[in-house]
């Protein structure tokens, strides 16, 4: 059972372009949303987190959006660049992100010139 | 580089041989997590722990996987009697008791 679900698979945008990536999920026992960015061939790398006790998060060009109700949250990137292209994994975790982490299933992110 | 370090970077064997992966975590890091990537998959945990102790096993973790972590610094991830599913990328990440998750580049093992 796939504890974090994430849409779309993959994206393709536009240089300059917004991209958005959204999840979901059951479990109101996870207090810790961060999202990843995995090159080909590379490990995944933290890009954001955020907690369950604000609505929105921004770090240069990123920003979670996160809906505490409807238990979703999603990334926005903005000015979306082709350096950007890689896959993005949202992920969930309990206890504040000391334990381990459900991830989602990735979306395939292109950003065409 | 002070990030976590995974060696070796790939692994080819053949199904029913043994191999054993390392990780050196962030050194400050007490906590150590294992997960496992197949193809088009996101991550999913093996196990963890917290210093020297195994806190948590998934039940991905079948008899023929063991993991140590003995002095509480690297760990070293054994599968026994590999079979062609065990080919998949093995990652591991490193944390302070409740900081985020850093991923070290991983081990890509196949299994032929």
């Known amino acids: 059972q796939q504890q974090v679900k994430q849409s779309p698979q993959s994206l393709i945008v536009q240089k300059g372009g917004i991209s958005i990536i959204n999840c979901a999920y059951e479990?109101?026992?996870?207090?810790?949303f961060p999202w990843y960015q995995q090159f080909p061939g590379k490990g995944p790398a933290l890009l954001i987190a955020?907690?369950?006790?604000?609505s929105e998060k921004k770090e240069g060009r990123f920003t979670i959006s996160f809906n505490k109700s409807a238990k979703q949250f999603s990334l926005h990137i903005m000015d979306s660049q082709p350096g950007d292209s890689a896959t993005y994994f949202c992920?969930?975790?309990?206890?504040?992100?000391?334990?381990?982490?459900?991830f989602g299933t990735g979306t395939r992110l292109t950003v065409i010139p | 580089d002070t990030g976590v370090s995974q060696d070796p970077r790939h692994k080819i064997t053949k199904r029913g041989q043994n191999v054993t992966f390392r990780c050196d975590p962030i050194?400050?890091?007490?906590?150590l997590y294992w997960y496992r990537q197949t193809l088009g998959q996101g991550p999913e945990f093996l196990t963890y722990?917290?210093?020297?102790?195994?806190?948590?096993k998934s039940r991905l973790l079948s008899d023929r996987f063991s993991a140590e972590r003995p002095k509480g610094s690297f760990s070293t991830l054994e599968i026994q009697r590999t079979e062609q599913g065990d080919s998949a990328m093995y990652l591991c990440?490193?944390?302070?008791?409740?900081?985020?998750?850093?991923f070290g580049p991983g081990t890509r093992l196949t299994v032929l």
């Open positions: 722990f917290q210093n020297e102790a195994q806190l948590e």
């Open positions: 955020i907690r369950p006790d604000v």
């Open positions: 050194s400050e890091h007490n906590r």
């Open positions: 479990n109101t026992a996870f207090d810790y």
């Open positions: 992920a969930a975790s309990m206890e504040s992100g000391a334990n381990n982490l459900f």
């Open positions: 990440a490193s944390s302070l008791a409740s900081g985020p998750q850093y």
